[in-house]
């Protein structure tokens, strides 16, 4: 569905490419995508724990996405680099708004975990992210 915009006919913005959970390594980079539809074409905002994010800080950057968005759209990318544990592990909203009815919200959430390798007395590596026992199949690469 398209909007057009005409004097008449406002709609209220809908979400339509919604954040997902990630699970990312210190020292990473994480990169969340939101894109929002309405008339007027919403405005779309990050928060981080319900508080707004500031490009200010040199590890988060908030850039568009309109052509991904599609007609009648506005996108917008947080990315995250590199990733602090104890800071950047969190709830993520974006947060679309166009003054037409209620902003709309779509949450995610960003895990952070360390990779440590613990050798056992028969030296095999086990593998753990923050205490959990990892299968093989989940770590591709240990730097």
């Known amino acids: 569905m398209f909007y057009r915009h005409s004097p008449e006919t406002f709609y209220p913005p809908e979400i339509t490419i919604r954040p997902q959970n990630l699970q990312v390594r210190v020292n990473g980079i ?8 309405g008339d007027p074409i919403p405005n779309i905002q990050w928060r981080k724990n319900g ?3 500031s490009s200010m800080q040199s ?13 009648g759209a506005n996108g917008a990318v947080l990315r995250i680099e590199p ?6 592990d969190a ?6 708004e166009n003054g037409v009815g209620d902003a709309v ?3 995610a959430t960003l895990t952070v975990f360390e990779v440590l390798i613990v050798l056992r007395g028969d030296a095999t590596p086990r ?3 923050n205490g959990t026992r990892l299968r093989n199949e989940n770590i591709t690469k240990i730097r």
């Open 127 to 129: 593998l753990r992210a």
């Open 105 to 107: 919200t779509a949450v």
């Open 91 to 96: 709830t993520y909203e974006c947060m679309a």
């Open 59 to 71: 590890r988060y950057q908030v850039s568009g996405m309109d052509a991904a968005a599609g007609p």
């Open 83 to 88: 990733v602090r544990a104890t800071r950047d």
């Open 30 to 37: 994480a990169a969340f995508y939101c894109a929002a539809r």
């Open 51 to 53: 508080k707004r994010v």
